[in-house]
């Protein structure tokens, strides 16, 4: 059954782009595969039009012809609009003459700050001007080590605004495990906060931010809840913003480091500017008039994708709290307070609130709710199912995949284009994504390496002190293919099946892959099978490799509440992967497990911890990077009981 994604009795954004941009570049019009392989086939042109169709505000603005866009086409170092002087902060400024609230906080107890558009220029000026006396410049860094609140937007705008670099963490990070981070970047500022409140306790940061301040060293502090900030936003100023080259950075985001230090990837103020108002503006839908909440924190991309609402003119909501705190309604909650009109979460959260029994259709008034985006993990297909059944018939939608690499989706839900449930249902548009097989022969129904065959311009424009380029390379273009070339093609590490229709598939981590009796299978599409079970609140499943040969492949689960692991519920999961998946891929042994490790954004850790029970000596976790490090200890130890 298909649906149709972003259905607001509007017509979508994106067909109002096809159309400009066929009586100006010769793009097709009405079918969106057909504007897809256009964006691919001519990126230079698709990325000029993607410019006028939002009017991008630059100081030097592009030349003619294919190279004044795309002077160099290579992967990596791709050149995008040489000579081009910009501001990320001007396109957002542009929208300040409207009225209502720009920036919402609401925090777990319910407190909220609003900053209205016509309060934020004089908030973000008289920052940016802190920051200038603080001694501040372009190039220089600017960290921030905050819950999600609507001042640590404004922080970020202020720092942008003057052609300084932001990076920042979340408070739930300790002091080293931010230190990891953010010292490599030499701060000359650090915003933070006193603490923020979860699972109904006040979480004091003060003694952490001190410790912090110490590990940077010689780093201005600024505390955002602090009496000297509130005296200092009280007096506006009028921003002076600082046009800096397209490819200046504008901010520095870290892999998850759980097996290494953890890598600062660069991205450049136009890339991100281009990128972002695509995907909120054309694939999104997101306009003046809509109200974006993201349920997200500052370690993650997703935080810095949720400010392109303000970008497209769109009202932004942050929420600093625990999602399902005092209960799983807490969100919905948020929703219908603040009439949000599209609605970011998680499976995990999505999953939370059918095992709690939910109707938030029913229980919410979520009339103005277009459209439900989810991230993190691949969607499964019974939970579009419940958005439908207990949000609203008339809500899309929209299971995304992207990365921190490119801070943006490959691939998801656009306004207008039908969803089958279980999949994302269009590339993005400018993203030539593929599923390659090891021969690099182009998969279509069939499962292979996800890769993107042309740049995007928010691809990084490097890594932190990478001056030479190898680790940037070596992440994604150094794959030796099965005839051993190595080609400058960006690849991803996912499985991916692209469908006959244009859709996708993402079954999980290619090198996290269940090889079965020489059959592939991802994990993503044993958790949507297993998770699915009222008895099971999470799954975690590996594949290991022993000696001669041998191959066990465990499944860990943690055990919903009023259910326990016994013969009876490791029957039904063993049938469920049966009947509905794979009889090759049924689990060896279902354990109970005190929880499953993820990184502090939520990604499962199934590479390292696989190579942990398989009892390699050479792995290097680092604790800081996981949301329960005391969780591998228990594993490791899973791997040494086993015995062959």
């Known amino acids: 059954m298909s649906r149709t994604d972003g259905a607001t009795g509007t017509e979508p954004q994106w067909k109002k782009f096809a159309a400009t941009t066929a009586a100006h570049h010769g793009a097709p019009t009405g079918d969106y595969p057909a504007l897809w392989q256009w964006s691919v086939d001519h990126p230079a042109q698709f990325w000029r039009a993607v410019w006028e169709h939002f009017d991008v505000r630059a100081a030097t603005g592009p030349q003619a012809g294919d190279a004044g866009i795309l002077a160099e086409a290579a992967m990596p170092g791709a050149r995008w609009f040489p000579g081009v002087t910009l501001n990320y902060v001007d396109q957002i400024l542009r929208h300040t003459s409207r009225t209502g609230p720009a920036i919402v906080g609401v925090d777990e107890d319910g407190t909220r700050t609003e900053i209205d558009w016509a309060d934020l220029p004089g908030r973000i000026g008289a920052v940016a001007a802190e920051l200038r006396r603080l001694g501040v410049g372009p190039g220089d860094t ?16 202020a720092t942008a605004a003057i052609g300084a670099i932001w990076s920042a963490c979340g408070q739930d990070y300790a002091p080293r495990g931010a230190a990891a981070r953010l010292a490599q970047l030499e701060p000359k500022v650090l915003f933070s906060a006193g603490g923020y409140r979860l699972n109904g306790r006040w979480v004091d940061k003060l003694s952490d931010t001190a410790e912090l301040v110490g590990l940077l060293g010689g780093v201005h502090l600024v505390l955002l809840d602090g009496e000297a900030y509130r005296d200092l936003i009280a007096r506006p100023v009028a921003p002076e913003v600082t046009p800096v080259p397209f490819d200046h950075p504008l901010w520095v985001l870290f892999s998850s480091g759980t097996t290494g230090r953890p890598k600062g990837i660069v991205h450049g103020h136009g890339g991100v500017i281009l990128e972002h108002l695509k995907a909120a503006g054309l694939h999104a839908n997101l306009g003046p008039g809509d109200v974006f909440f993201w349920q997200t924190a500052l370690s993650w991309m997703m935080w810095n994708f949720r400010i392109a609402g303000l970008m497209c003119g769109a009202e932004t909501v942050c929420y600093s709290g625990h999602p399902l705190y005092p209960d799983a309604d807490r969100l919905w909650q948020v929703v ?9 979460t998680s499976p995990g959260h999505l999953l939370a609130s059918r ?23 691949p969607l499964p297909a019974e939970l579009f199912e419940w958005v439908h059944t207990e949000v609203g018939e008339h809500v899309a939608v929209s299971s995304i995949s992207g990365g921190t690499d490119v801070v943006t989706a490959f691939a998801g839900g656009t306004a207008g284009v039908p969803v089958i449930p279980g999949e994302l249902a269009t590339r993005y548009l400018g993203v030539a994504l593929y599923s390659w097989s090891p021969q690099r022969r182009p998969l279509v129904g069939e499962v292979g390496e996800m890769v993107i065959t042309t740049p995007m311009p928010s691809m990084p424009v490097g890594f932190w002190k990478d001056d030479d380029g190898s ?14 070339v190595a080609l400058n093609v960006w690849r991803h590490g996912d499985w991916v099946t692209v469908t006959e229709r244009g859709s996708l598939i993402i079954h999980g981590r290619s090198d996290a892959t269940l090889n ?39 499944l860990f689960i943690t055990v919903a509440e009023g259910h326990q692991l016994d013969d009876a519920l490791v029957d039904t999961i063993r049938s469920a ?34 190579a942990i029970m398989t009892g390699h000596s050479d792995v290097s976790l680092d604790p800081r990077s996981i949301d329960n490090p005391d969780l591998i200890d228990w594993y490791a130890e899973q791997g040494r009981q086993h015995r062959w």
């Open 355 to 377: 095992k709690a029994g939910l109707h938030p259709g029913a229980e919410h008034d979520l009339s103005r709710l277009t459209t439900i985006g989810s991230t993190g993990s």
């Open 336 to 344: 219908e307070d603040e009439r949000v009109t599209y609605f970011g």
């Open 471 to 484: 680790r940037y390379r070596a992440a994604y273009f150094d794959h030796r293919w099965a005839d051993g």
């Open 516 to 554: 079965r009796h020489g059959i592939r299978m991802g994990s993503a599409d044993i958790y949507e099978v297993v998770e699915a079970l009222d008895a099971v609140t999470e799954a975690f499943v590996l594949g290991i490799d022993g000696p001669d040969g041998a191959y066990w492949m465990p």
């Open 142 to 157: 600017v960290a921030g080590y905050l819950p999600d609140v609507a001042e640590a937007m404004v922080a970020f705008l």
């Open 577 to 610: 992967v049966k009947t509905k998946l794979s009889p090759r891929h049924v689990p060896d042994d279902v354990i109970a497990a005190p929880g499953i490790p993820h990184t502090r954004t939520g990604k499962k850790l199934e590479v390292p911890v696989t």
